[in-house]
């Protein structure tokens, strides 16, 4: 199981990432690519859409694999403290398909989410073809004014897990 986190923090949330090197060549199923990485990005958080990176995911396994992400803190960027009035920042989190395909067998799920759950991105135990793709993740902050903010520190931790079905 490969994990990889999003770090969040008043000041911009960070994506921690791993990359392994192999490309898609062949719709052979025999297991000989797995690759997850995420292609991260820094921005400074905004009221709305926050771009915060790419998950690429290249697999070929027939016992398929899954993608979970989850919150620590249930869809907030929880303040570390409340003794000067910090509040905590509520956010979304949406997906967007960039390119490529997703193998025979293996459901996606670009559904929006609060993280109060986990949210399956994608899931499958039974893989016909291989999958190849790019999915953009999009952080949405509801009620955040930098200009009204109280000073503080904020975080929450988004972790993406991927398994490989062995």
């Known amino acids: 199981m490969l994990k990889q986190c999003f770090f969040g923090k008043v000041v911009g949330l960070v994506l921690l990432f791993g990359v392994l090197g192999a490309s898609v060549m062949a719709e052979t199923m025999d297991n000989s690519i797995d690759v997850f990485y995420i292609q991260h990005n820094h921005p400074r958080l905004i009221n709305g859409q926050n771009i915060m990176g790419t998950i690429i995911v290249q697999n070929n396994n027939s016992n398929g694999f899954h993608l979970v992400i989850s919150s620590d ?94």
């Open 73 to 166: 803190n249930l869809g907030k960027i929880a303040a570390v403290s409340g003794a000067d009035g910090e509040s905590d920042i509520d956010y979304m989190v949406s997906f967007e398909q960039l390119s490529g395909r997703v193998g025979d067998g293996v459901t996606l799920d670009l559904s929006e989410t609060n993280l109060l759950t986990d949210h399956y991105l994608f899931t499958g135990t039974s893989q016909t073809s291989s999958t190849d793709i790019a999915i953009k993740v999009i952080v949405t902050l509801y009620g955040y004014d930098d200009s009204t903010l109280m000073a503080g520190s904020y975080r929450d931790f988004i972790e993406v897990d991927y398994t490989n079905n062995n």
